[in-house]
């Protein structure tokens, strides 16, 4: 399975090296395709053939002891341990993530869409970082210390360092 996972991670570094968010939409629908052969391929691994057909895989034949952790990294179908399926969930899971991105990315493209949310246009592309907060009209959110959940992580903050000192 490990080597699917490294193959997935292939394929995202080849979608985030494009870096532009439109250029992100325009191969995403192939990130999609993708994720939905292997989950297709890895399906019917993990079925493989019935072992009524009374024929051996081909990496069992030459070497009847072929090391397990190899089958399952590779996650290849075996008589004798059996790919684990619940594996595929999160492979599903995985494709429902990015096929919901994939309708954020099409309806982005919407006209009624773009009236009621507005456009998602990078602004900070050709700004510099001095510049930056004069343009943005979204207040920030990050660097405000004063709401209420810094309050409360503070007062829990502060009841968990004293906690000892009653014990």
């Given amino acids: 399975m490990d080597f699917y996972a490294m193959l997935h991670g292939f394929a995202?570094?080849?979608v985030m090296y494009r870096r532009r968010r439109k250029a992100i939409a325009e191969i995403w629908p192939k990130y999609c395709f993708f994720l939905a052969c292997m989950l297709t391929f890895q399906y019917f691994i993990c079925i493989g053939i019935p072992p009524a057909a009374c024929k051996e895989?081909?990496?069992?034949?030459?070497?009847?002891?072929?090391?397990?952790k190899v089958v399952k990294w590779f996650y290849?179908?075996?008589?004798?341990t059996q790919p684990n399926p619940s594996f595929l969930i999160y492979d599903f899971m995985l494709l429902l993530c990015a096929s919901l991105q994939r309708q954020v990315f099409d309806e982005e493209n919407m006209a009624a869409v773009r009236i009621m949310a507005g456009d998602n246009v990078e602004i900070c592309r050709d700004l510099d970082?001095?510049?930056f907060s004069v343009h943005n009209p979204v207040p920030?959110?990050?660097h405000c210390r004063y709401k209420h959940l810094h309050e409360s992580d503070a007062t829990i903050t502060l009841q968990q360092q004293q906690w000892p000192e009653y014990v």
């Fill in 57 to 68: 895989y081909p990496w069992r034949f030459p070497y009847p002891h072929t090391d397990s």
């Fill in 76 to 80: 290849i179908p075996d008589f004798l």
């Fill in 140 to 142: 920030d959110f990050i």
């Fill in 12 to 14: 995202l570094i080849i």
């Fill in 129 to 131: 970082a001095a510049t």
